[in-house]
């Protein structure tokens, strides 16, 4: 059964071309309803997106009139698209694959929905002007060789909101630690709640680009570590933070680290 094969029962010509250009743009992870059409009815993980958003979306204000919106790693644009239907005043999306960015384009002139598109990566953020009011970073860290630079690199973009999504693996557990440990001390990383991450050499799922995937005391010390406050917790694997220790002596986090300057926050 194809996965663009949920037809309207009116089987309308309008329908039927709009079946048949889905699947022209190859396989999508993000199941959209584009008027009634869905984009991928058979995801091995559901009605998804939308079985994520539905708990996010309680959390985000219902009228995003004169917010900006910037979703890394948009795929097909599902986040985009629903941020945009809030009222967003503009909505930049940006992904590396050009197979989602096709789909998110064509996704967003079926809506009619105004979307700025465009290709880039986590790591070339210094090519996107300006900071927005929220920052979507959701399915992304795991898939990245180098994820806390890419977080510290997310937070210079954050102005407002962060809303951040990673795959979990270990425990869903989390506690507080001591700052810090003698050397002789070694108990404490057998504890499945100490914040781990674990590196995946070949694949996972099929993937080769599943790097480092998180347990979840790892993904919130990982957000605290680059200066992120969180609020709330409101799904799973998702957070939505916001920027308070991101800068130091007036530079950010990230800066500091690559100039070889970062020093520990005492106190913090």
């Not at 009222?87 to 694959?97: E, P, Q, S, T």
């Not at 996107?128 to 997310?154: C, E, K, N």
């Not at 210079?156 to 909101?161: L, N, S």
């Not at 869903?172 to 001390?185: P, T």
Request: charged share 20%.
């Amino acid at each position: 059964m194809s996965s663009a094969s949920q037809v309207p029962s009116s089987h309308s010509s309008e329908a039927e071309a709009l079946t048949q250009k889905i699947q022209e743009l190859g396989e999508w992870f993000h199941n959209l309803n584009l008027h009634g059409v869905h984009t991928a009815p058979n995801h091995f993980l559901g009605d998804f997106p939308n079985i994520k958003w539905h708990r996010i979306s309680q959390r985000i204000p219902l009228d995003l009139s004169g917010a900006s919106v910037l979703d890394i790693g948009c795929n097909a644009g599902f986040y985009s698209i629903e941020m945009k239907r809030r009222g967003a005043d503009r909505v930049l999306g940006i992904d590396v694959d050009d197979r989602y960015l096709n789909q998110a384009r064509f996704a967003a002139a079926t809506l009619d929905l105004d979307i700025e598109f465009r290709k880039g990566s986590v790591y070339q953020l210094e090519n996107v002007a300006g900071s927005f009011d929220y920052v979507i970073f959701m399915g992304v860290l795991y898939h990245l060789r180098y994820p806390l630079m890419a977080l510290d690199t997310v937070v210079k973009k954050v102005a407002g909101k962060l809303i951040f999504q990673t795959m979990l693996r270990g425990s869903r557990e989390s506690q507080a630690w001591a700052k810090d440990y003698s050397f002789w001390q070694e108990e404490m990383f057998s504890n499945p709640r100490f914040p781990a991450m674990y590196f995946i050499e070949q694949k996972y799922s099929g993937d080769p680009t599943n790097w480092w995937i998180p347990n979840c005391a790892a993904a919130e010390a990982m957000l605290r570590s680059a200066g992120l406050e969180i609020l709330s917790h409101p799904e799973e694997e998702t957070w939505i933070c916001e920027p308070r220790r991101v800068c130091r002596y007036g530079q950010y986090i990230l800066d500091l680290e690559l100039a070889g300057e970062l020093t520990p926050e005492e106190g913090a």
